[in-house]
Nanobody, 119 residues
Framework: QVQLVESGGGLVQPGGSLRLSCVAS????????MRWYRQAPGKERELVAA????????NYADSVKGRFTISRDNAKNTVYLQMNSLKPDDTAVYHC????????????WGQGTQVTVSS
């Protein structure tokens, strides 16, 4: 049974920082593209950041470029999202997603971690 467990969310003031972690119980973690999504109340789910498998190429939503950094540690089966200069608009539930890059093309989701940016 594959599990993705996120942690690191919480309440932070505008301008603050948080680091999210997602640990995956996947034996072939390095073959999965890892992504962070977020969903705010009343809004559609948004892709925030993604990182490829072994070469670690990253891409970001325009709304977080220059503020967020995604990284991965394949030895620890973990993906991170460093979030700096947080804004109230970043408030959402953040979900980790693992997408297998080789057949079979399966996808797994974590339960999410709440991030609230408020003074």
């Amino acid at each position: 049974q594959v599990q993705l467990v996120e942690s690191g969310g919480g309440l932070v003031q505008p301008g603050g920082s948080l680091r999210l972690s997602c640990v995956a119980s996947i034996s072939t973690f390095s073959t999965y593209v890892m992504r962070w999504y977020r969903q705010a109340p009343g809004k559609e789910r948004e892709l925030v950041a993604a990182i490829t498998t072994s070469d670690g190429i990253t891409n970001y939503a325009d709304s977080v470029k220059g503020r967020f950094t995604i990284s991965r540690d394949n030895a620890k089966n973990t993906v991170y999202l460093q979030m700096n200069s947080l804004k109230p608009d970043d408030t959402a539930v953040y979900h980790c997603n693992a997408f297998r890059s080789i057949p079979p093309f399966v996808s797994y989701w974590g339960q999410g971690t709440q991030v609230t940016v408020s003074s």
